[in-house]
């Protein structure tokens, strides 16, 4: 699952991953977040890394 985060910091994608790691405990579903920030996803997309076109491809609209 990609997690797209304005200014991210430490705390806010261990915040995520620990919310990944409750769903597991609770619900026996594992979920793994690629969790970058808006400069991040941008510049992956404007040297065409394919994780960000693949990203772009499967994503399920907002």
């Known amino acids: ?3 797209v985060v304005d200014d991210l910091a430490g705390s806010g994608a261990r915040a995520v ?3 990944c790691g409750d769903l597991l405990t609770a619900y026996d579903v594992l979920v793994s977040p690629f969790i970058v920030s ?3 996803i941008t510049r992956l997309r404007s040297r065409e890394r394919l ?3 693949e990203i772009a491809r ?4 907002r």
């Open 58 to 61: 499967d994503a399920v609209p």
């Open 1 to 3: 699952m990609l997690i």
């Open 51 to 53: 994780i960000a076109a």
């Open 17 to 19: 991953a620990q919310g």
């Open 38 to 40: 808006t400069e991040h």
